[in-house]
């Protein structure tokens, strides 16, 4: 053994009981307390430092249950437990209801309730024909006295500790009828179970014992100098302890926006310095929005309860705005005025008014384009639900950032233009491609693929350019370049991660260790 590499190492905490003790006494926590002054917490960091080194041993443990009184406890140590006041009231021989008893003491019926069904079986308390409750006359349970007893000796008892060890059997039983572990707020008492570990100087611990006091070490050095200290110059009259400079520092952790978070901003700004303004709108959405509008036939695939989550209560919104409730209802009939002859089905008018969590961020479009300016440019981050197998590119709720661009010169050159943006400079991938893709409200649909360096290559999101069914609805003639990118996605290639949970990771320690580029 090193003992001068041990000796160094030594924190005053176990110099301290390396000085004081001998492998003869047993050591507690407690007795550290008690004879060094020793908070608990230092007893305890002593003793797993020194057992770390070799100069400790664990020599046995011992359980305890104690007994601390709540604050109810000691409101009813004042004032008497319910059965005690309900005795007293009723000793003037008047026969009360029980709402009249509460009442009378200013408490809750419960807790005359609550009272009263022991008594009662006890034989103290009966009720007559009139449901009014008196006091029989009978002796009164030992119980009562013991629990008035047991209030007062925890209001009198040191932090308010009872420990069972030094309660009789009678006294036991009671008490555990007047105690909880666990929410014990209306509870006179709350339980606490601890474990005594009696710990010996092993027999390695003598040659460090000499060797500190050979060095003169104390314990009592100085490891750190104070305002006070430098004021009253006290530290001139100790010894310093030696500082150990391989040691790591403190380890500083600021606050700091989460990554995921910084990433999500960085597309608004990114967004809004090209001339984009942001919409939004509520999670809990109609099937007229959330589909209807976007010319998706009511009998799609896509309206199956396994795909969109339904609200339970209330199921349907009270009304649909008009005029653009009975412009879909003809587009989804016969066309209307779009030129198209529509899906041929009734319209259900019903069905339209259900609430559903938002499934796609198109929604937000769709609210949009009866309002839009021509030009304009608009986008959102939306965050959507859509029944889903988890998995490394796939979440049960995710985000979509959504965006239309209306102008007479927009066309599908345009749209690429902007979705080459999101997968380059914004998700940072190099190989991107281009897929022909289908959607009920767009033609041509496009979507865009990028390659991930482990995941492979997976869709980004899909566009195209409104259907006139969609748009001539709303008011609009010009053409409407749409997009709905999966922005955890991008994140997924921005973060340089492997797997969309870790966005949304628990582990707040990787959280920090993550670095973002943003």
């Given at each position: 053994m090193d003992i001068s590499n041990i000796i160094k190492n030594l924190h005053p905490l176990e110099v301290k009981v390396l000085l004081k003790y001998s492998d003869k006494d047993s050591l507690t926590s407690e007795k550290l307390i008690n004879e060094l002054n020793y908070k608990e917490?230092?007893?305890?960091?002593?003793?797993?430092?020194?057992?770390?080194?070799?100069?400790?041993?664990?020599?046995?443990?011992?359980?305890?249950?104690?007994?601390?009184?709540?604050?109810?406890?000691?409101?009813?140590?004042?004032?008497?437990?319910?059965?005690?006041?309900?005795?007293?009231?009723?000793?003037?021989?008047?026969?009360?209801?029980?709402?009249?008893?509460?009442?009378?003491?200013?408490?809750?019926?419960?807790?005359?309730?609550?009272?009263?069904?022991p008594l009662v079986k006890e034989g103290v308390l009966k009720m007559n024909e009139e449901k009014k409750v008196s006091y029989t006359g009978a002796a009164l349970p030992s119980r009562l006295a013991v629990t008035s007893e047991l209030l007062k000796k925890a209001v009198a008892a040191e932090n308010g500790l009872l420990d069972k060890a030094n309660l009789s059997k009678e006294e036991q039983d009671v008490i555990a009828t007047l105690a909880k572990k666990r929410g014990a707020t209306d509870s006179p008492f709350?339980?606490?179970?601890?474990?005594?570990?009696?710990?010996?100087?092993?027999?390695?611990?003598?040659?460090?014992?000499?060797?500190?006091?050979?060095?003169?070490?104390?314990?009592?050095?100085i490891g750190e100098i104070t305002p006070k200290m430098l004021a009253n110059g006290d530290w001139k009259k100790g010894t310093f302890r030696g500082y150990n400079i391989s040691l790591q520092p403190a380890r500083v952790i600021p606050g700091r926006t989460n990554p995921y978070v910084q990433f999500l901003e960085s597309v608004k700004d990114k967004l809004c310095s090209l001339g984009f303004q942001e919409f939004d709108g509520p999670l809990v959405e109609t099937e007229f929005w959330n589909g209807d509008a976007l010319f998706m036939p009511q009998f799609h695939a896509a309206r199956d309860i396994h795909d969109v989550y339904r609200i339970k209560n209330p199921t349907h919104a009270k009304s649909i705005e008009e005029p653009y409730l009975t412009n879909i209802a003809r587009v989804h009939e016969n066309g209307g005025d779009s030129?198209?002859?529509?899906?041929?089905?009734?319209?259900?008018?019903?069905?339209?008014r259900r609430?559903?969590?938002?499934?796609?961020?198109?929604?937000?479009?769709?609210?949009?384009?009866?309002?839009?300016?021509?030009?304009?440019?608009?986008?959102?981050?939306?965050?959507?639900?859509?029944y889903d197998k988890v998995d490394a590119t796939h979440l049960s709720d995710f985000y979509q950032t959504e965006g239309i661009v209306i102008g007479e010169e927009a066309n599908l050159r345009?749209?690429?233009?902007?979705?080459?943006?999101?997968?380059?400079?914004?998700?940072?991938?190099?190989?991107?491609?281009?897929?022909?893709?289908?959607?009920?409200?767009?033609?041509?649909?496009?979507?865009?693929?990028?390659?991930?360096?482990?995941?492979?290559?997976?869709e980004l999101g899909g566009s195209g350019i409104f259907r006139p069914e969609v748009t001539k609805a709303m008011g609009i003639d010009?053409?409407?370049?749409?997009?709905?990118?999966?922005?955890?996605?991008?994140?997924?290639?921005?973060?340089?991660?492997?797997?969309?949970?870790?966005?949304?990771?628990?582990?707040?320690?990787?959280?920090?260790?993550?670095?973002?580029?943003?």
């Open positions: 917490g230092h007893a305890n960091q002593a003793f797993s430092w020194l057992s770390a080194k070799g100069l400790l041993k664990e020599t046995g443990r011992t359980a305890h249950t104690y007994f601390e009184i709540t604050d109810m406890g000691r409101a009813l140590a004042k004032s008497g437990t319910a059965e005690e006041r309900i005795i007293n009231l009723l000793k003037d021989g008047t026969a009360r209801a029980l709402p009249e008893i509460a009442q009378a003491l200013g408490v809750d019926n419960s807790v005359v309730g609550s009272a009263y069904g709350k339980m606490i179970e601890r474990e005594t570990v009696t710990h010996q100087l092993s027999d390695a611990y003598l040659a460090v014992k000499e060797a500190l006091q050979k060095a003169g070490v104390t314990g009592n050095e030129g198209s002859r529509g899906w041929n089905y009734t319209f259900d008018r019903e069905f339209t609430l559903i969590l938002r499934s796609q961020g198109t929604v937000l479009s769709a609210h949009q384009l009866h309002k839009a300016e021509v030009p304009g440019k608009y986008f959102g981050i939306a965050r959507c639900f859509r345009t749209l690429l233009g902007f979705l080459k943006m999101f997968a380059t400079e914004i998700a940072g991938a190099t190989e991107v491609k281009y897929v022909p893709g289908y959607f009920p409200f767009t033609e041509p649909s496009v979507e865009v693929h990028i390659k991930h360096p482990v995941l492979g290559w997976f010009a053409p409407v370049l749409a997009w709905g990118i999966g922005i955890d996605r991008m994140a997924l290639m921005a973060l340089g991660l492997n797997d969309l949970r870790e966005l949304f990771c628990e582990d707040i320690e990787r959280v920090r260790q993550r670095t973002a580029k943003f």
